[in-house]
């Protein structure tokens, strides 16, 4: 396989060495965010193409530096470390058409030698059939009908699939998780730059993806389980009255950021009696309640008036004002009566979430407040896929 390189010659005197199996010239992949990130930090580096199992042998004969987008394999944790997240992949079962009626034990599996989904195969006791070095080889593969399935990320399937001349809406799809990926930094390379791991994730912010988002299917999967009863909820005259009486007393722009200081100082603390206040709330313990019946797929929800204020929560929240976010403000500047913010990952927990809004509207279709939906979009997706099998 060629060697592609790219020399940075700022800071380092000698070029760091790091491998990947990423196409390198994809526009807006993890090779462009860690280009950006080690030009930001100052450090020349050579960037090598190589096979997942070379890459992992380099780095344990300590010829490499690290490589990247990986997550860390219980192989590796003796021989380096994983940064924080730097890019997303959406890991989804794609299968023949031809083999849709088979039983999924009966199945013929495939996989790129080496990838993540290979070593995830091995955790599960999958058998792959059928393994080779390239990404377009193995749909090829598939699409030739020597094997029934594969596991991929969303955009490297479709990208394969144009490569190839193929149409990708014959395949059938099945959303399996969300993976965040980072760099893997050898353990030679922190003993000589102990400082290494924290820049690099000091600069990822700066030069980060744009904002992950769900793609159309996604967003429907999610809609067609929540939409109905989210609209039921926003009719309750309970609701609306308390959005309008809340707007009836509007507050200064200094008294709303005096407020959200107090709320997220107060959030920090077990007594938090402002948000317990309103936790306590009639319309709050109607929230709760409602959110139980989705089994952890709705996560929070948040009733605003027209200024993003809190008027009713189902959990406590981390501030008190919304009006700055997208979660508020897009919904005001739409005629789609739903708005889904991007998706975020929170390291503490690993899941995935994505805000959904809805706007609250009056006896005269006046939008006069806003619902927000926290949804944990892995288990979203995956209650979508039961109900459809």
């Not at 790091?18 to 020349?44: D, H, R, S, W």
Request: glycine share 4%.
């Amino acid at each position: 396989m060629p060697a592609y390189f790219f020399t940075l010659l700022l800071g380092l005197t000698e070029p760091l060495q790091f491998g990947t199996n990423l196409p390198t010239t994809a526009p807006n992949n993890a090779v462009n965010q860690v280009e950006c990130i080690l030009f930001e930090m100052g450090a020349p580096f050579q960037l090598q193409t190589l096979p997942w199992l070379r890459a992992r042998r380099e780095v344990k004969l300590e010829r490499l530096d690290g490589y990247f987008t990986t997550h860390l394999m219980p192989e590796m944790k003796a021989y380096g470390r994983i940064s924080s997240p730097i890019f997303l992949e959406s890991w989804y079962w794609f299968t023949h058409p031809e083999s849709i009626k088979k039983p999924k034990n009966k199945m013929r599996y495939g996989a790129v030698r080496g990838s993540y989904q290979a070593n995830w195969f091995k955790t599960q006791n999958i058998i792959a059939e059928v393994e080779v070095n390239s990404l377009e080889e193995i749909v090829n593969v598939m699409h030739h009908k020597r094997i029934d399935r594969i596991l991929l990320d969303l955009d490297d399937f479709e990208l394969a699939a144009s490569k190839l001349g193929i149409n990708k809406d014959e395949y059938q799809k099945e959303f399996f998780r969300y993976v965040p990926l980072g760099l893997f930094a050898s353990h030679s390379l922190l003993k000589r730059l102990p400082e290494f791991m924290q820049q690099f994730d000091e600069n990822i912010n700066t030069c980060a993806q744009a904002p992950f988002s769900l793609s159309k299917s996604e967003e429907k999967q999610i809609l067609d389980r929540l939409y109905s009863s989210a609209k039921t909820l926003l009719n309750l005259p309970s609701l609306v009255e308390e959005v309008q009486i809340s707007n009836e007393s509007p507050l200064s722009e200094p008294e709303i950021k005096k407020r959200d200081q107090l709320w997220i100082k107060e959030s920090k603390h077990v007594g938090h009696a402002y948000g317990l206040t309103m936790l306590d709330l009639p319309l709050s313990k109607v929230f709760k309640k409602w959110q139980s019946q989705f089994k952890g797929v709705v996560t929070e929800l948040i009733l605003t008036d027209s200024q993003g204020k809190n008027i009713a929560i189902s959990k406590l929240t981390s501030d008190y004002w919304q009006g700055d976010e997208n979660k508020f403000t897009k919904i005001f500047k739409q005629s789609k009566d739903y708005n889904f913010d991007s998706v975020t990952y929170d390291a503490s927990t690993h899941h995935f979430q994505v805000q959904l809004s809805f706007p609250v509207l009056d006896d005269n279709n006046s939008h006069i407040g806003v619902l927000i939906l926290g949804v944990d979009v892995e288990k979203a997706l995956h209650s979508s896929n039961e109900k459809s099998n």
